[in-house]
């Protein structure tokens, strides 16, 4: 077969870009819908209302994302049975694991505490499984529909909408749970969990995917893999990076929402801020997303670390449950998101360009990686605040330190490693942070200049 033949074999239209990518923006929406509303923290306040404590928590992040190292069983498949395939079996089997939540209220008005935190532990982890072995195809389906020119724009196109859709979510569940819910408001959400989880299903079905090719597709094992994986010293270096960034990023999430609960905040305000994650998002992805299409990553990743550092850091100074509180509650969450969402952004819009279309499980290796150093900060960081619970001295009378005092301080020092290490991620095409700096502030100082400007008088 001719080399022009076999690339018309696997080349896609227009219209079957198009319509892929609006069709992974629908995926996106039903999965943050089932995330939202099934998971984060939704799960995270229906174990404390269970009783757990900081040690649980920690060890229930830990279990509900330890799953996704079953993806590198599915990296072969992939390959020779294709994307699509493998997303649609183990992402409707995710769907039916789903199904026992529902029935968490009725087991929480027969059954202790601890065995209901077993059971949702059990089920989340057998429903996060099921997803980890499809998502191997996720990354890779993505780089066959987006064209690399427009990979920037896109994923801020596709996490606007999924943010809009986890604002919405989030508001819509605060004021569902109120200030004290009770089961049967968990019920619904749960509920609106199973339905998304459907939804994230069905477009599949629409989506073109470039054909595996079976006469190239030869079973490799996993340990050939990694080994391959760890000899391309670009993605290694990327890898470690995101590990370390994750850890960071990871680390206080189900904690945050402990702390708050401790303090006197309502369900209901709790997740009402932490709606601030999609807020944020929504308002400075199309902002990142340029940036990254017409700057590169390398600003991305400066401007970020330096306000996770900081946004993480001032949470020293949450106090009690009070109106000054909850503001500076909210503005925390909307500034650490801002942040955030630039830093995945380029962690993306960097993998899908470096990764060679050929070699797509790459990809899988560096979203495990970023998974694993998920899952691993909550419970490090768990089984501090369970050991350091009955630490507590004061500095001149002044100023109380506690175990979560201490943690916040190590988690926001954490953000300066990934900060010295975006040295090793900059390419070819990325502008020096100062000159982008230049650049975006150039217009808005010209704007203020203009607007101070002396009026001269109008000559006669």
């Not at 391959?228 to 189900?254: C, D, H, S, W």
Request: proline share 4%; charged share 15%; glycine share 6%.
């Amino acid at each position: 077969m001719s080399v022009l033949k076999i690339i018309n074999k696997y080349k896609m239209s227009r219209h079957d870009r198009r319509r892929s990518m609006f069709l992974a923006i629908v995926v996106s929406i039903g999965s943050i819908i089932a995330a939202t509303c099934g998971a984060g923290n939704i799960l995270s306040l229906a174990a404390i209302k269970l009783g757990a404590g900081e040690m649980f928590l920690g060890f229930f992040n830990f279990v509900s994302i330890a799953p996704f190292v079953l993806a590198l069983l599915t990296m072969s498949k992939i390959e020779t049975s294709g994307k699509i395939r493998v997303l649609v079996v183990w992402w409707s089997l995710s769907a039916i694991c789903m199904i026992p939540f529902l029935f968490l209220p009725l087991a929480a008005e027969w059954w202790p505490g601890w065995i209901c935190l077993t059971l949702l532990a059990i089920s989340n982890a057998l429903r996060n499984g099921a997803t980890a072995l499809g998502s191997t195809g996720w990354f890779p389906l993505l780089q066959d529909i987006v064209p690399r020119r427009y990979t920037g724009r896109f994923f801020a196109r596709l996490r606007t909408n999924w943010q809009t859709a986890n604002l919405i979510c989030l508001i819509a569940a605060a004021f569902i749970l109120g200030s004290h819910p009770g089961w049967g408001r968990f019920e619904i959400l749960f509920a609106l969990a199973l339905a998304g989880q459907i939804v994230t299903v069905l477009p599949l079905l629409g989506i073109v995917e470039k054909k595996p090719r079976k006469d190239e597709a030869a079973e490799v094992s996993i340990y050939k893999r990694i080994v391959e994986f760890l000899e391309q010293k670009v993605l290694r270096n990327y890898t470690i990076y995101v590990i370390f960034y994750m850890l960071a990023a990871g680390a206080m999430e189900p904690f945050n929402i402990k702390l708050l609960s401790d303090l006197g905040y309502s369900y209901g305000f709790i997740l009402a801020a932490t709606a601030m994650v999609g807020f944020g998002a929504v308002i400075s992805l199309r902002f990142w997303g340029t940036m990254a299409d017409n700057f590169g990553n390398r600003a991305i990743f400066s401007i970020s670390h330096v306000g996770m550092l900081l946004s993480t850091a001032a949470w020293l100074f949450v106090g009690k449950s009070s109106t000054a509180g909850m503001t500076l509650v909210t503005l925390l969450y909307l500034c650490w998101s801002v942040f955030n969402s630039g830093n995945t952004l380029a962690q993306t819009n960097y993998m899908l360009r470096a990764v060679p279309s050929h070699k797509q499980n790459y990809m899988n290796f560096i979203v495990l990686a970023q998974r694993m150093a998920t899952a691993v900060a909550p419970l490090a960081a768990g089984l501090f605040l369970n050991f350091s619970g009955g630490l507590h001295f004061n500095i001149r009378n002044a100023v109380h330190i506690d175990g979560y005092d201490i943690l916040f301080a190590v988690n926001a020092i954490a953000f300066v490693i990934p900060h010295l290490m975006r040295s090793h991620l900059r390419a070819e095409t990325d502008l020096p942070t100062s000159h982008v700096l230049t650049l975006v502030a150039r217009p808005i100082l010209d704007t203020i200049v203009y607007a101070f400007r002396p009026i001269k008088p109008r000559q006669k």
